[in-house]
């Protein structure tokens, strides 16, 4: 077969249509965007929501958006960077651990201010847990097993929030056992982490020193011993979560 050059000639140009900036950029996938924020009419002007999570080189960004004429208004937002600054794990800014921790952030500050707003329009108090709905908006990531970004939306979850989801992308899951608690557990509290410290630090101590002195320097300065309000309370929250989905597991490997 010839080889036929497609010539850029005046006619090819006056039907070249120009995609969009964030489409050129390789940023947004309007394909699925526009099937994320579409109401339905018959719904009228009751808002739809999305669970954002973007993932960088250093930073974890979860943001509540909602979706208007004039563009995304974002609600309350979430970055593992601040909140990894305030914490004491032995972890990156981009860990499994921190992710999940920062859906249950999410989730604590979009009750909270549903509940205050609540309380401002009306005098009857309402648990806002089943109400408040929310798709899971993964952008241009692959959506694999294990992902980072389920652990963000396996937080929201668990914070109070109603997000569509499957057990097969969570990690730890099996086509042959299925779903296994202990693995997750260990992954959203970064407990294989904490093994890996203990016993670096017991074989080699200048390795441990080396890999984890940042992290020694700032829980020995007073600066980071007293931990936000915030942050305690997400804390406790998540030992309550793990307690009442999974009290057996959760126990065992406590005991541990």
Not at 83 to 112: H, M
Not at 119 to 127: A, C, D, G, I, R
Not at 178 to 184: A, H, K, L, S, V
């Amino acid at each position: 077969m010839a080889f036929i050059k497609i010539r850029k000639n005046r006619a090819y140009h006056s039907r070249f249509q120009l995609k969009w900036r964030r489409r050129r950029e390789g940023k947004t996938d309007y394909y699925s965007r526009k099937r994320l924020i579409c109401q339905d009419k018959r719904k009228y002007n009751s808002p739809k929501y999305r669970i954002v999570v973007r993932i960088t080189k250093k930073n974890i960004i979860c943001q509540f958006v909602q979706s208007l004429l004039e563009g995304d208004h974002i609600i309350s937002s979430g970055y593992s960077g601040k909140i990894g600054q305030k914490t004491e794990f032995f972890c990156g800014p981009t860990a499994f651990q921190i992710a999940y921790f920062c859906g249950v952030y999410l989730a604590n500050n979009i009750l909270a201010k549903k509940s205050f707003e609540n309380l401002e329009t009306s005098k009857n108090t309402k648990n806002f847990s089943k109400s408040v709905f929310a798709i899971l908006d993964i952008g241009l990531a692959r959506a694999t097993t294990g992902h980072r970004v389920f652990a963000v939306m396996k937080g929201a979850l668990d914070g109070g929030i109603s997000v569509p989801y499957n057990e097969k992308r969570f990690p730890g899951y099996n086509l042959k056992e299925g779903f296994d608690p202990e693995n997750f557990i260990n992954r959203a509290l970064g407990l294989h982490v904490r093994h890996y410290v203990t016993k670096l630090k017991e074989e080699d101590e200048e390795k441990y020193r080396i890999e984890f002195g940042g992290r020694i320097n700032k829980s020995s300065n007073k600066k980071y011993s007293k931990l936000p309000s915030e942050i305690k309370s997400v804390q406790t929250q998540i030992d309550r979560i793990m307690l009442k989905n999974y009290k057996e597991c959760y126990e065992n490997i406590k005991k541990n």
